[in-house]
């Protein structure tokens, strides 16, 4: 069964500072990773898609990467803004999506 | 409405009460998800259709019934639960099963 760990599980930090989330997975026969930020109470918002094929993904100020053979993939936010305060989860497309526990960012004004 | 819609946004219910949630989606989609997230613990995966057949049930209750009438509809049937079931369950939909996937606003289960 694949298992999936998010680190940290809370992180706080000021206004403009760079950051990296982790994700790491247990089985690399992965077909996808996909990131999501999750706002409290509410559904989960897709931000980036890796497929296996891929190395990162980029959009905006977030950069994804996936390095299969290790089992881990991060989650590079730039310029951080208090806009982006939320739970960051990932999913790990094996036989179906299996979700880490999240990372709840706080990014203070 | 766009995206994926799910009714109701909140839901109480007692033990011996017979409910449904329903979840729409106006993106095209072949694939529909049921997910129940607790607090403190990993989203779970409940069930999966696609093409209106379901590929995936996880080992979950039979107390929970789900049923996708067409492609863009997915009920989620609730009967005789039990309060450690009060959980945010979330509709997703994805073009096909390994695609990326939308989400729904939720439906926030209390169970008395």
């Known amino acids: 069964k694949q298992e999936v760990t998010q680190i940290p599980a809370a992180l706080s930090v000021p206004e403009g500072e760079n950051l990296v989330l982790n994700c790491s997975f247990t089985d690399s026969a992965i077909y996808n990773l996909q990131w999501f930020r999750q706002d409290p109470g509410k559904g989960l918002t897709s931000l980036l898609l890796?497929?296996?094929?891929?190395r990162e993904q980029t959009s905006g100020r977030l950069n994804a990467s996936l390095d299969k053979s290790s089992g881990r993939s991060t989650l590079y936010i730039a310029a951080s803004q208090p806009g982006d305060s939320a739970t960051y989860l990932c999913a790990v497309g094996f036989n179906k999506f299996y979700f880490g526990s999240g990372t709840k960012l706080n990014v203070k004004p | 409405e766009t995206g994926v819609t799910q009714t109701p946004r909140h839901l109480v219910m007692g033990m011996t009460n017979k409910k449904s949630l329903k979840c729409e989606q106006h993106l095209g989609h072949n694939a529909m998800y049921w997910y129940k997230q607790s607090a403190k613990k990993p989203l779970e995966l409940m069930f999966v259709?696609?093409?209106?057949?379901?590929?995936e049930n996880n080992s979950v209750p039979s107390r929970f019934s789900p049923e996708c009438p067409n492609s863009s509809h997915l009920f989620l049937h609730l009967h005789t639960l039990q309060p450690e079931d009060s959980a945010l369950y979330l509709c997703?939909?994805?073009?096909?099963?390994?695609?990326?996937?939308?989400f729904g606003p939720g439906t926030r289960l209390t169970v008395l």
């Open positions: 259709y696609s093409l209106e057949e379901r590929v």
């Open positions: 997703a939909s994805s073009q096909a099963v390994r695609d990326t996937q939308y």
């Open positions: 890796i497929q296996s094929s891929q």
